[in-house]
């Protein structure tokens, strides 16, 4: 006699609405099935299985990095990856949630990057140079960076070029996860994105002017009439505030001018 598949009962999570009438498929989560509506991204699916997070979950859109997922489609020997909040499931999914991924997080003091970064990056991430091209980095990046080509520009000490190529790096760590040489792919990209910003990009003059206002304490009035306000005060000059247009031209300037 043939055994009849179980389908564990489920809890219904707090932060979800199915479809009425949405189509359910069976899901495993944590080696458990369970029936999903299909409309669910699998963030969703495991708290409509009735998992909390309490790691694993953030912005909810995309942005974070925090939920990096693993999963097999049944009876398939690919393994996939993604972000939870942003695939939707399919039938048969085995997956299996990253709370976070180890990795390898150096001290560095920004002070030695200031002659010959090239060289100071290379003794704090001496793995980056052990890149063996296999491309498993890229193929994985939810964001559809090409990691393995802004790993190429930090060995050429394309520096710029390397922060300006992973700007988009939610951080969710799945490039790291794959790696067979070992690199902390995306830690080293932050430390490129910090080098750039303090070294390789030009000073913004305007922004030189604006700290010596700061510092001559011309704000402090300003300052000052606004910590006399309640709340609603407040919240009635934040809604009634004279606000940018969506599609302002460049040069744009309020009326009143008065606390720039
Ligand atoms: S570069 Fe790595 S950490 Fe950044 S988004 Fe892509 S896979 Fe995630
Ligand atoms: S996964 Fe690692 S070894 Fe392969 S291309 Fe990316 S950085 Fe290089
Ligand atoms: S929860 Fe932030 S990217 Fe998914």
């Given at each position: 006699m043939s055994k009849k598949k179980i389908i564990k009962p489920l809890s219904v999570g707090d932060k979800t609405i199915p479809p009425e009438g949405a189509k359910k498929i069976p899901v495993y989560i944590m080696g458990k099935e369970y029936l999903i509506p299909?409309?669910?991204t699998i963030l969703k699916a495991i708290e409509y299985a009735g998992y909390k997070y309490t790691r694993g979950c953030g912005c909810r859109g995309g942005i974070c990095g925090a939920c990096a997922v693993y999963y097999r489609i049944k009876g398939s020997y690919k393994l996939k990856s993604g972000l939870a909040c942003q695939t939707v499931i399919e039938p048969d999914m085995i997956l299996a949630q990253l709370p976070f991924f180890p990795v390898n997080r150096p001290d560095y003091k920004?002070?030695?990057?200031?002659?010959?970064a090239h060289a100071a990056f290379r003794k704090i991430?001496?793995?980056?140079?052990?890149?063996?091209?296999?491309g498993t980095c890229t193929r994985v990046c939810p964001m559809d960076i090409d990691v393995m080509d802004y790993i190429a520009l930090m060995k050429r000490g394309e520096l710029k070029k390397a922060a300006e190529k992973s700007?988009?790096?939610?951080?969710?760590?799945l490039c790291a996860s794959r790696c067979p040489a070992q690199i902390s792919q995306f830690m080293a990209a932050m430390l490129v994105r910090r080098i750039n910003g303090r070294y390789l990009t030009p000073r913004a003059e305007h922004l030189k002017k604006r700290k010596k206002e700061v510092k001559s304490g011309k704000y402090e009035k300003f300052l000052k009439a606004l910590r006399k306000l309640s709340q609603d005060e407040l919240k009635k000059l934040y809604i009634e505030r004279e606000r940018e247009p969506?599609?302002?031209?460049?040069?744009w300037m309020p009326e009143d001018t008065t606390r720039l």
């Open positions: 299909e409309t669910l920004m002070d030695v990057f200031k002659e010959d991430y001496p793995e980056v140079f052990k890149c063996v091209g296999c700007f988009d790096c939610v951080m969710c760590g969506d599609l302002s031209e460049p040069g």
